[in-house]
């Protein structure tokens, strides 16, 4: 083997190990990688909401199965169901009902993954006695246990309290709820819930806010209470 073909190796082989990147290069960029947003093949990043929604169905479906989402109340007309939504509003101080039995009401509008962020729907409180109606404000997470279903004129479908109703609002992150009222169990499947409705809450973009303030003040503007 000729001295100058030697020379042209040794040439060739350091330019390969000068342009070959290092152990710790590569590392690092497997670590960028690992640690950067949700990327599609295309290199865009993912939109989380859908994945935040679908693993809200299947905790209901598959730990908490006897609650029901806003999307379907119009087919439990009458009947009394549990649900688990987010509160949109701080209510107007509780006034006496102007009919019937001289309770005191209040109401706010709620929204959930199923129905967000295009629509709303609208509960109401009657109780005799004032100190037992919630304290809620919007981002609130609500638990309403044995709310009655009902159709409210030019509002669409909403939930009203009957004699065994209870409610728990859960206003504070990894904080036991705020019961007023009656007392209301719950355990690992509500609370788990709560934290999935937050995060979903929590992704929504401005857009998606505007328009439940807008399906809000409709609910708002459609009418008085309804008894």
């Known amino acids: 083997m000729s001295p100058d073909y030697k020379g042209d190796a040794s040439v060739q082989l350091a330019k390969a190990s000068f342009n070959a990147p290092s152990k710790s290069s590569s590392r690092d960029q497997s670590k960028a990688v690992s640690t950067s947003p949700a990327m599609s093949r295309f290199g865009e990043e993912l939109d989380p909401l859908p994945d935040c929604k679908a693993k809200i169905r ?68 009657y109780r005799p006695h004032k100190d037992s109606l919630p304290k809620v404000k919007s981002g609130d997470i609500v638990l309403f246990r044995n709310f009655t279903v009902l159709a409210i004129k030019d509002k669409g479908y909403g939930l009203r309290t009957n004699d065994s109703s209870s409610w728990a609002i859960f206003d504070t992150e990894d904080e036991p709820a705020q019961i007023r009222g009656p007392p209301v169990e719950y355990g690992e499947g509500e609370t788990t819930q709560v934290a999935y409705l937050r995060e979903w809450y929590g992704l929504l973009d401005a857009s998606s806010h505007k328009k439940l303030k807008r399906a809000t003040e409709k609910i708002k503007n459609a009418g008085k209470l309804s008894k």
């Open 58 to 125: 299947r905790h209901l479906h598959d730990a908490i199965p006897e609650y029901t989402e806003l999307k379907v109340l119009r087919h439990h007309i009458g009947k009394s169901i549990d649900v688990m939504a987010v509160a949109l509003m701080t209510p107007a101080d509780p006034e006496r009902a102007r009919k019937g039995p001289r309770e005191y009401t209040m109401a706010f509008t709620v929204t959930d993954h199923s129905v967000g962020p295009s629509a709303v729907n609208e509960v109401l409180f």
